[in-house]
């Protein structure tokens, strides 16, 4: 008994002393197992070695990496209502995703997966700080929260806001505002990244790596680089260059500028790389049948020429002929033998300069048929190259001149549009049914960039025939609908810039102040009257409701019509029914209780009064008012915002165009056609002149592409026809 006691007592021992080391050591049963576990461990008495191993173990898995949260960064809402700084938005994203990706403890969600992702969910333009939107975007980035912003440039100030989100439940985590001169952007950003990364708990540097250290750099700068971005995200590589190049010439120690620099011309010089081997793959081919021994070679040379161009395969040509200068051929050798004056050297730089004309390189096309013209004056090709030279000069010198002028046309552009704006019919029908909060909005829009404009730049505009003095200060009928007197004396005041001509402008703002006046009265009356609950009085209001709109109480007209409908011996005896329910359904519309107004247009058409009076007219009558009230409730929905913005691009994409800043016609195209709800006709129109922009850049195989969706998306459109002949004959 005492025996068998002992030997289940080891046996115990031993399981646990092997737990122990198992534990220790997870790769000691399978050494066990292989009869090795006298190697490991010679003395399993000794459990104070293996609780030393044990200890050893927990204290360095607190070493080892963990996983660590990811966050997402959207791009940033442009609240100025100025859309030059709309590359803003990427800007200050890419920043802030280039520092925080540094910080330890966090995983950041890279940009171009941003990129992705919104094009897959296609939000629209200037939606990123909503939390919804927030939400939707981070959940498509995996994301566990997701960091969301808005800036607004006011007279030098510039605020920026940032708001960080949990994707799941939607809860605000952090929330923070800072506050810079535009002439020290970086103040500003660096008191942004030490905020975020507080208020996550994280470590980090106490100040951006990438922002300059010392030198001022104002926010003209960083939107110049931010465009750089939104160009590089476009594949317009080329011009980004140009402008980071620009940026950085201008502030050396501008990092964020630097560092995008360097990382585009490491993508373009490899890529350059790679297009440089598949050319030298094909041109290695064309070479192997070209014999410099032959008599025939002149012959073999102008066939491969010939080939290629047939093809419009310029940048192979311009390979071809960079291989053939290692062949030792003599520039004065004569291509078709003795009899003909056509030498290698001369058809060599005509075809490079064929093919930089082609490929509307005006710099390289400049300096090649510079170089033809000198070597080779009496050439038959000599008129040609003079041709591709002057063409290249012109267009070289009009966008010299474009860029001289583009951004106080840019400003110009923007200034008719919203006086295009505030003038049409639209605008006009919807201020019967404009909250105060969107009236302040297009407010502070026609104070600041139309009141706001230089006095000459307006005489100017209007001696041009722009837009006339009346469109220029038709907002003051949205300003006597708000009873705002203050703007009506900055539109009496502003109007003096004209002399003489602003009298009748003043006079008319006169009567709008008297009117004014009368609504008060009126207003102060009709209070009382509604007080009183008279039905005589009730039912003169009824007859008044115009005015009463006029007056913009739209909860009052609400409660008039409800007692007006309530108080049915009134109501059955006068021909008041039908207006009443129309008022009442437009006024829920103009307090934006668009649910509630379906409802009673539902009631309007179940009226057991006026059904019983007389059906058939009640139907018609009704008929009649669904179209009015199907077109009120498209105005009070209508995302007006967008609208406008939406007019802007496409007069800013045809001033671009108009002063061949290509580029940015090309930029600006395209985000009308990716962000904006444009109707079928303007989306075909867009994209069709979207392919020019880019053929206009030299960006042909972006070219093509867009002129595939056009094709795609409108098989039997106007443009089908001209879209198809120039990809046929585009450059390869």
């Given at each position: 008994m005492l025996h068998a006691k002992n030997r289940k007592e080891k046996k115990r021992k031993e399981r646990k002393e092997n737990s122990f080391a198992d534990f220790a050591n997870p790769l000691q049963p399978c050494l066990r197992q292989a009869g090795s576990r006298e190697m490991v461990f010679r003395d399993y008495s000794d459990l104070f070695q293996r609780r030393i191993l044990i200890v050893l173990f927990f204290s360095l898995s607190c070493f080892l990496p963990s996983y660590s949260e990811?966050?997402?960064?959207?791009y940033f809402d442009n609240t100025s209502q100025v859309v030059a700084y709309d590359p803003l938005s990427k800007g200050i994203s890419d920043m802030l995703i280039t520092d925080l990706s540094k910080v330890q403890g966090v995983t950041i969600v890279e940009r171009s997966r941003l990129e992705d992702?919104?094009?897959?969910?296609?939000?629209?333009?200037?939606?990123?700080?909503?939390?919804?939107?927030?939400?939707?975007?981070?959940?498509?980035?995996?994301?566990?929260?997701?960091?969301t912003g808005a800036f607004m440039l006011l007279s030098d100030n510039l605020r920026i806001d940032a708001r960080m989100v949990d994707v799941q439940t939607g809860k605000i985590l952090m929330?923070?505002?800072v506050n810079c001169n535009k002439d020290d952007f970086f103040s500003g950003y660096k008191q942004l990244v030490e905020l975020i990364t507080k208020q996550l708990k994280?470590?980090?540097?106490?100040?951006?790596?990438?922002?300059?250290?010392?030198?001022?750099?104002?926010?003209?700068?960083?939107?110049?680089?931010?465009?750089?971005?939104?160009?590089?995200?476009?594949?317009?590589?080329?011009?980004?260059?140009?402008?980071?190049?620009?940026?950085?010439?201008q502030f050396p120690d501008f990092g964020f500028a630097k560092n995008k620099l360097d990382q585009i011309k490491a993508w373009m010089k490899e890529m350059d790389k790679q297009h440089e081997l598949q050319v030298a793959e094909e041109t290695k081919k064309l070479m192997a049948s070209i014999d410099v021994t032959n008599p025939q070679l002149g012959q073999q040379i102008s066939k491969v020429w010939t080939l290629l161009i047939t093809s419009w395969s310029y940048t192979k040509i311009l390979a071809f002929n960079n291989e053939l200068r290692t062949k030792g051929?003599?520039?004065?050798?004569?291509l078709f033998g003795e009899a003909s004056p056509i030498t290698f050297g001369e058809m060599l730089l005509y075809y490079e300069s064929l093919?930089?004309?082609?490929?509307?390189?005006?710099?390289?096309?400049?300096?090649?048929?510079k170089q033809f013209m000198e070597k080779y004056p009496t050439s038959m090709y000599y008129s040609s190259v003079k041709m591709f030279m002057e063409q290249a000069v012109a267009e070289l010198e009009k966008r010299e001149k474009g860029k001289a002028v583009i951004d106080?046309?840019?400003?110009?552009?923007?200034?008719?549009?919203?006086?295009?704006?505030?003038?049409?019919?639209?605008?006009?029908?919807?201020?019967?049914?404009?909250?105060?909060?969107?009236?302040?909005?297009?407010?502070?829009?026609?104070?600041?960039?139309?009141?706001?404009?230089?006095?000459?730049?307006?005489?100017?505009?209007?001696?041009?025939?722009?837009?006339?003095?009346?469109?220029?200060?038709?907002?003051?009928?949205?300003?006597?609908?708000?009873?705002?007197?203050?703007?009506?004396?900055?539109?009496?005041?502003?109007?003096?810039?004209?002399?003489?001509?602003?009298?009748?402008?003043?006079?008319?703002?006169?009567?709008?102040?008297k009117d004014m006046e009368r609504h008060k009265e009126f207003l102060t009356e009709a209070k009382q009257k509604f007080a009183g609950k008279n039905e005589k009085d009730i039912e003169q209001l009824v007859r008044s409701a115009r005015e009463l709109n006029e007056c913009m109480v739209f909860d009052l007209v609400e409660k008039v019509m409800r007692l007006y409908l309530q108080q049915s011996e009134a109501s059955k005896k006068t021909d008041n029914r039908d207006d009443a329910w129309e008022h009442l359904i437009l006024s829920e519309i103009a307090q934006g209780s668009t649910e509630d107004a379906k409802t009673e247009l539902k009631n309007y058409q179940k009226d057991p009064v006026l059904y019983a009076k007389d059906s058939l007219l009640l139907k018609k009558e009704v008929y009649s008012f669904k179209n009015k009230f199907n077109d009120a409730l498209k105005l009070a929905e209508e995302d007006k915002s967008a609208a406008m913005q939406m007019m802007i691009y496409e007069k800013k994409a045809e001033i671009y165009s108009e002063h061949n800043q290509y580029a940015d016609e090309a930029a600006t195209r395209l985000e009308l056609v990716n962000n904006f709800n444009l109707p079928p006709d303007k989306s075909e129109l867009q994209y069709f002149k979207l392919v020019y922009a880019y053929y206009n850049t030299g960006y042909f195989d972006e070219a093509r592409k867009t002129a595939k969706v056009l094709q795609d998306k409108y098989p039997k459109g106007s443009f089908s026809q001209s879209v198809e002949s120039l990809v046929k004959y585009m450059p390869q």
């Open positions: 990811t966050i997402a960064i959207s992702i919104l094009k897959e969910i296609e939000l629209n333009k200037n939606k990123y700080f909503d939390d919804k939107t927030a939400q939707k975007l981070g959940k498509g980035l995996g994301a566990k929260s997701i960091l929330a923070e505002s994280l470590s980090s540097s106490t100040s951006s790596s990438l922002a300059p250290k010392g030198n001022k750099v104002g926010l003209n700068a960083v939107v110049q680089y931010s465009k750089a971005i939104d160009f590089a995200d476009k594949g317009l590589n080329t011009d980004a260059t140009e402008l980071l190049a620009s940026t950085v010439k051929i003599a520039d004065d050798f004569k093919s930089w004309n082609s490929l509307k390189n005006n710099t390289k096309m400049i300096e090649t048929g106080e046309e840019l400003l110009k552009s923007e200034l008719v549009v919203y006086v295009d704006y505030f003038n049409n019919y639209k605008f006009r029908n919807a201020l019967d049914l404009m909250s105060k909060k969107e009236y302040e909005f297009y407010k502070s829009i026609y104070v600041n960039r139309v009141l706001g404009f230089g006095d000459e730049q307006l005489k100017g505009m209007i001696t041009d025939n722009k837009f006339s003095m009346e469109e220029l200060f038709i907002f003051r009928n949205a300003a006597e609908r708000f009873q705002d007197a203050a703007l009506l004396d900055q539109i009496t005041a502003k109007s003096k810039i004209f002399g003489d001509e602003s009298i009748r402008v003043e006079e008319e703002i006169a009567s709008s102040k």
